[in-house]
């Protein structure tokens, strides 16, 4: 039977309809599938991360599952699950849990050219396990209201005499003072290390408290005159107490942190994984991820006078070494 002069005209034009739509406007049909979802694993706040890969969904019409936990909860589970795992990306924060995870065999190379010419060596794993997404610094943190900037050099001189009575730590379980002692240690070695730890301890004010924000109280009301601090909870600590009498020192050589990416292991979407982490370098997704402005964007400008050679990924090797000096040198809680 033949066809219809009118028929063939609808049939001709179908294609455009179904992508215009009869009233002229764009539909929201894609013109052709967005691919897989990608599984994410993250270690940060889930409404925040969540809007973020939202971004990146509403942009790619990729859909991405999301799972929250801590840095250590989620590596713990990649280990568990190994093979079963359905995770393709791993966000985590703190160059000891990565070591870990590296360590671990949970991790697989990227071989992005994109991430390789955009991100400096010293933000990510010398074999591209995982790469930098933001920065944060080990900070000295200083009452103004009795002390001078212009008084501060390096961490090792708050072992010094002039500060004895004066100085505040956190605890030694916290993995932030782990991995700036694993630092020290790559760096020093371990009999200096030790040395300047001794000479801290000699100088607290009061006991070892549970972590920075802790000590940035200690220090606000009075009890003891500086520390050392991660610029994070520095940075929540100034939007809570906006005249906060709490001032900043960023030493030469700062020592630095990070929250980084990794493409998993035994990742179903290998490919979809590192479209997200190629994407969260990028403008927009640096943007969105310095938001929340706890940490840097690992592509701005960092405040540092000047970032420790140290490499990060190298110095997870110490972090065992970190806890037992500590215990050595009567640093606890």
């Known amino acids: 039977m033949r066809m219809r002069v009118a028929d063939r005209f609808f049939c001709a034009i179908l294609p455009f309809l179904i992508t215009v739509g009869c009233d002229g406007k764009q539909s929201n049909v894609p013109e052709r599938p967005a691919g897989p979802p990608v599984v994410v694993y993250a270690a940060r706040d889930a409404a925040f991360i969540q809007s973020v890969l939202d971004a990146y969904s509403k942009e790619t019409g990729v859909r991405v599952l999301l799972t929250t936990e801590t840095s250590r909860a989620l590596i713990n589970k990649l280990g568990a699950e190994k093979h079963r795992s359905t995770a393709d990306l791993v966000i985590a924060d703190g160059i000891g849990h990565l070591w870990r995870a590296a360590s671990n065999d949970i991790l697989r190379p990227s071989n992005s050219e994109l991430l390789k010419s955009k991100i400096p060596k010293h933000l990510r794993d010398s074999e591209n396990l995982w790469f930098a997404l933001l920065v944060s610094g080990r900070a000295i943190a200083y009452d103004k209201r009795s002390l001078d900037s212009r008084e501060l050099t390096n961490y090792a001189a708050l072992g010094d005499e002039r500060w004895r009575e004066k100085l505040c730590l956190s605890s030694a379980t916290n993995t932030d003072n782990q991995s700036q ?37 200690e220090i606000e009301e009075g009890r003891c005159s500086l520390g050392i601090v991660s610029s994070v909870d520095a940075a929540r600590h100034a939007r809570e107490a906006p005249d906060s009498s709490v001032a900043l020192f960023w030493p030469q050589e700062t020592y630095i942190d990070v929250v980084a990416a990794a493409v998993t292991r035994h990742a179903g979407n290998p490919a979809g994984a590192l479209q997200v982490l190629e994407w969260l370098w990028s403008d927009k997704g640096q943007k969105l991820l310095a938001a929340e402005k706890l940490e840097y964007a690992a592509s701005q400008e960092l405040p540092f006078e000047s970032i420790s050679s140290v490499d990060l990924a190298g110095a997870g090797y110490y972090l065992e070494d970190a806890v037992r000096l500590m215990e050595r040198a009567h640093y606890r809680h």
Do not use: F
């Open 181 to 217: 002692i694993a630092m020290m240690i790559a760096e020093h070695g371990d009999q200096p290390t030790e040395l300047i730890v001794r000479s801290w301890i000699a100088n607290l004010a009061i006991s070892v408290v549970a972590d920075s924000a802790t000590l940035l109280k």
